[in-house]
Nanobody, 131 residues
């Protein structure tokens, strides 16, 4: 059974930092792009960041550029999201995601990753940023 399990969420004050982790099991994702999405209360789920299979390219939503960093460790089947200078508007459930339909692809398609591109989802971890 394929699983993506997120961890690292919690409550933090504005300006603080958190590091999310996502561990995959059931299959390897070393040839697949990985991503983070988020869903704030009352809003639709939105793209946050993506990383290509090798980690050579990363893409971010404009709202998190210069504050968030996505990375991966294929040996550990794990992807990370380092979040700095957090703002109250970053409050959301953060979901780990995998696109397995384009193995070894490294193009700019992931700059605008959509929910329908995703083959696997985690259950999410809640991040709450207080003002």
């Amino acid at each position: 059974q394929v699983q993506l399990v997120e961890s690292g969420g919690g409550l933090v004050q504005a300006g603080g930092s958190l590091r999310l982790s996502c561990v995959a099991s059931g299959r390897t994702f070393s040839s697949d792009a990985m991503a983070w999405f988020r869903q704030a209360p009352g809003k639709e789920r939105e793209f946050v960041a993506a990383i290509t299979w090798s980690g050579g390219s990363t893409y971010y939503a404009d709202s998190v550029k210069e504050r968030f960093t996505i990375s991966r460790d294929n040996a550990k089947n794990t992807v990370y999201l380092q979040m700095n200078n957090l703002k109250p508007e970053d409050t959301a459930v953060y979901y780990c995601a995998a696109d397995s339909s384009r193995p070894y692809y490294s193009g700019s398609y992931y700059s605008n990753l959509r929910e329908y591109d995703i083959n696997y989802w985690g259950k999410g971890t809640l991040v709450t940023v207080s003002s």
